[in-house]
C-alpha cells in the first residue's frame, strides 16, 4: 500500500472515531436531561424573521400537552398564529387545536421526544396596538432579536415538568447577546431555570444593543440600550436610574443580596408618539418606548423598579402591611424623582 493511501485511510479513520465520539456525547447529553426538565434549543440565522425551536424532553405518559401564548397578557387572541411548522418524531403523532392554541403530542414510545416549531418575529406595523404588538409577541428582524420569556416558552399540562433548560445552537457569532438569567453568559451556555419563572424571562440578541455594567457594593447593575436611538436622549438620561436610584432603593431595604439587577431600556422597532410598557424580570425590569425620558416614563420605571422589593423579595404579610408597603412605595418614588 502506498504511503499516501495509509495517510488518507488514516485520516478517515479518525474522522469516524471524532463522529462517533460526538454522536455518542449528544446522545448521552439528550439521556442526561432529567425527568423534570425540557430544553429549549435555539437557532437563528440574524438575517431572517423566524426563529427555529427544537423543544426536547422526556415522556412522561400517553401524550403531552402544550399550549403556546397567554391571552391573559396582552390579551391577543390570535398569538398562536406567529407559530408554525410545529413537528414530532416518527414515534409520536401531532394535533393541532388553533383556537386553544394548543399542540397535543400523542406518544407510541417512552423516552426521549423533540418538538420542532419556528416563531416568525416579524413587526407589525399596526401603530394603534404598537404597545400591545411589540410588547407581548417576539420581535424579529435582521439583527435584532427581542423575546421575553412567555412569547417564546410553551405551557405544559404535565405538572411533573419543574425545569427549563434555554441554549443557543446556531446564532450569528459576534452579536451582543444578553440573556436575564445571567448578564454574563454566552448563547451557547445552558440556562437552567424554573418551569415558574417562564413570565419573568428575557433574552436579546441584537446589533445595535449596549450593556453597560456598573457594580455598587459588589452588586453588578446592567443597563441595556440601543445604538438605533439617537435623538430621544433615553439612552444617557436614563443611566441614573441604575447608577443612583437602583442602588439607593437596595440601601433603603438594606438589602444587598443581589445577585444581579437589570434594567432593559429598548426603543420600539415601529416609529410612533411617546408611549412605555414594562415586564418584571426575575432580577431587574425590560421596558420598551417611544420618545423622551419624560415625567411618566420616570415614574414607571421609578414604580415597576420598587416592585423587585415590594410584593416580590419582600412579601406583604396582610392587608395593612400591603397598605404600608404601597405607601412606602410612593414615597420612594417621589423622593428620588422630584
Known amino acids: 500500500m502506498r504511503p499516501e493511501n495509509v495517510t488518507f485511510n488514516f485520516r478517515i479513520l479518525i474522522f ?12 448521552r447529553s439528550q439521556e442526561q436531561i432529567p425527568a423534570n426538565r425540557m430544553d ?3 437557532s437563528w440565522d440574524g438575517k431572517s424573521t423566524i426563529l427555529k425551536i427544537d423543544l426536547v424532553y422526556n415522556s412522561n405518559g400517553d401524550s403531552t400537552i402544550f399550549i403556546f401564548g397567554n391571552t391573559a397578557i396582552g390579551g391577543q387572541p390570535r398569538i398562536f398564529e406567529i407559530l408554525g411548522n410545529p ?31 419556528e416563531i416568525d418575529g416579524k413587526l407589525i406595523t399596526d401603530t394603534v396596538k404598537v404597545r400591545v404588538n411589540e410588547a407581548f409577541r417576539p420581535t424579529i428582524a435582521p439583527g435584532f432579536l427581542y423575546s421575553l420569556g412567555f412569547q417564546l416558552f410553551m405551557n405544559v399540562s404535565d405538572t411533573s415538568f419543574s425545569q427549563m433548560g434555554i441554549v443557543w445552537d446556531s446564532w450569528p457569532k459576534g452579536i451582543p447577546y444578553l440573556v436575564s438569567t445571567d448578564p454574563e453568559a454566552h448563547p451557547d451556555e445552558m440556562q ?62 438594606q438589602d444587598y443580596s443581589g445577585p ?4 432593559s431600556a429598548i426603543p420600539f422597532q415601529n416609529k410612533v408618539s411617546s408611549k412605555i410598557t414594562g415586564m418584571g424580570l426575575r432580577d431587574g425590569l425590560s421596558i420598551r ?3 423622551p425620558l419624560d415625567f411618566e416614563k420616570t415614574q414607571v420605571i421609578a414604580h415597576e423598579i420598587s416592585h423587585y422589593w415590594i410584593g416580590v423579595r419582600l412579601k406583604y404579610a396582610s392587608k395593612e402591611w400591603k397598605t404600608i408597603g404601597l405607601m412606602k412605595d410612593l414615597t420612594i418614588i417621589l423622593r428620588f424623582i422630584l
Not at 198 to 209: A, I
Not at 260 to 263: A, D, K, Q
Open 40 to 42: 429549549y434549543h435555539l
Open 260 to 263: 444581579f439587577y437589570i434594567l
Open 16 to 27: 469516524l472515531i471524532s463522529l462517533a465520539l460526538f454522536l455518542n456525547n449528544s446522545a
Open 87 to 117: 413537528k414530532v418524531g416518527s414515534d409520536d403523532s401531532l394535533h393541532i387545536l388553533p383556537k386553544s392554541r394548543k399542540l397535543i403530542v400523542r406518544h407510541n414510545t417512552q423516552g426521549i421526544k423533540k418538538l420542532h416549531y
Open 289 to 291: 418606548y417611544s420618545g
Open 192 to 253: 437552567i431555570i424554573k418551569y415558574e419563572d417562564r413570565y419573568t424571562f428575557m433574552l436579546q440578541m441584537s446589533e445595535s444593543l449596549r450593556i453597560h455594567k456598573n457594580v455598587v457594593k459588589g452588586i453588578p447593575y446592567y443597563l441595556l440600550t440601543s445604538k438605533s436611538d439617537s435623538t430621544s436622549g433615553l439612552p444617557d438620561k436614563i443611566k441614573v436610574m441604575m447608577t443612583k436610584f437602583t442602588p439607593q432603593v437596595r440601601d433603603f431595604w
